[in-house]
């Protein structure tokens, strides 16, 4: 318990102390939500969808969660390269803590920069439906958190280096970003789009945050959140698994 | 009574045998130096000891343990200061010390006790709360030799602890590490690249070359055999005078640029 401790508390100080990583890791998805948001938004307005701000908002944050996220999974590649990891496996600890006090702990820091997003959004407008669904939007930026972080995990467990990262960017990253519903409606898309965005993890963590936040979803909260936990579950098993096979 | 035991062991990276087919024994309380030139195997084989590698075959005994099936229980036993830095560089010393304390296990008022005695002796308990990445190369080093202390392990692997010291630092963690050794009977497992310092400190010996050990015994065995006069000129007997070129790794290249990046 208290490995799993020291390790999620190591994150957050890592996390808090480099407050260029944290605004600089601000910086994108706000330019997306002003840009788009004020850009596209009299277009979304004409197209009778309503306020694209308030469409926006959710999606921006499952942006800036999975950037945070899946970086602080792919974050043990440098600690591989750079030693510490050695000082965690050498220790008569069980893999399976280590992972897991490291994956909370990038969860924990990726909700953060989620929620700072989540806050900022509210300068330029943003309205939340009903208050009281708030708690609920926490369990969604939680999970989806959680669910990139492990991915991140069991991507770094298998990469050598940094040299795939930028693979990771634009072959995992954006697409799941871009193919999430996080800018567009799902409704009415090509069959084609509609399946891609039906097995994007992304878009059912955006369609919950939506749904709690500006009451809009696709999928439905519980659907939502039953296949977000299920591929989280999974995914930790797979990291887990991927971790505790690291030789160095 | 041996502490380590390690019969016919062998790794192998694809084609290339890193280690090849050793075996050796350290006896409790002995200070053993393992020597070799660069890519001799020495750090492979420190690897394989401490769990953090599988061997391809052969046996360890590690304090009656095998790291491969029980990597708990020699875990638990030995204590490491890796060949390169290991710290985390966004914390600060106190904090380094404190994440090993307690990945480690030990009780908050002992590790609480330990850590300030220990820092003490590495003369950084005044710069304590300040951050490992503006620290020196020495002050690294002597942080990451307390850090592997807490825990007070039966045995020490040192992995070339001195590379890049000062003559000053040396002494002082050599003085330290064989005071261990006397007063609780410390195993200590070291490489070194320095000879005179071998010479000094070991009471055993094994030259490793190419993944096989080469030759093993006190430092007069060793002198005697070879028809020499100083463990250094030994050295060179046994393993030749040829320099040997090691492959950059991916580690080393993504330092390089790390380097680069940080000015």
Known sequence: MNTIYILWLRQLKRYSRSKARIIGSLGQPILFLVAMGFGLGPVFQRAGEGNYIQFLVPGIVGMGIIFTALFSGIEIIWDKKFGFLKETLVAPTSRLEIMIGRTLGGATVASFQGLIILLLSFILGFRPYDAALLPLTLVFIFLIALFFTALGTAIASVLEDMQGFQLIMNFLVMPLFFLSGALFPLEGLPEALKFVTSIDPLSYGVDGLRGTLVNIVHFGLTMDFLILSFITLVVLGIGSYLFSRIQI | ?263
Not at chain 2, 98 to 108: L, M, Q, R, T
Not at chain 2, 130 to 137: D, M, T
Not at chain 2, 222 to 237: H, I, N, P, Q, V
């Open chain 2, 1 to 263: 009574m041996k502490v380590i035991r390690v019969k016919n062991l062998i790794k192998k990276f694809g084609d290339f045998t890193a280690v090849d087919n050793i075996s050796f024994s350290v006896d409790r309380g002995e200070v053993f130096a393992f020597l070799g030139p660069n890519g001799a195997g020495k750090t492979t084989t420190i690897k394989m000891l401490t769990t953090l590698l599988h061997p391809t075959d052969g046996e360890i005994l590690l304090n009656g343990h095998n790291p491969v099936t029980e990597p708990y229980e020699v875990r638990s036993s030995f204590g490491i200061v890796f060949q390169d830095p290991s710290l985390d560089d966004e914390l600060t010393a106190l904090e380094n010390m404190e994440f090993h304390g307690v990945i480690y296990k030990v009780p908050a008022d002992i590790r609480r006790e330990r850590i300030e005695q220990l820092l003490k002796f590495v003369e950084l308990w005044e710069r304590r709360n300040e951050f490992v990445k503006n620290f020196s190369g020495g002050m690294k080093r002597r942080l990451e030799v307390a850090r592997g202390l807490i825990h007070h392990p039966k045995i020490l692997f040192l992995d070339e602890p001195t590379l890049g010291l000062d003559p000053q630092t040396r002494n002082h963690i050599w003085s330290y590490i064989t005071g261990l050794n006397k007063k609780d009977g410390m195993t200590i497992f070291f490489s070194t690249h320095y000879m005179e310092e071998a010479e000094k400190i070991a009471r055993s010996i094994a030259v490793i070359d190419h993944g096989k050990i080469i030759d093993q015994g006190t430092v007069k065995d060793l002198e005697k055999r070879t028809k020499t006069s100083s463990l250094e000129e030994a050295f060179l007997s046994l393993t030749g005078t040829n320099i040997r070129e090691e492959k950059p790794s991916g580690t080393d290249r993504m330092r390089i640029r790390r380097r680069l990046h940080r000015r």
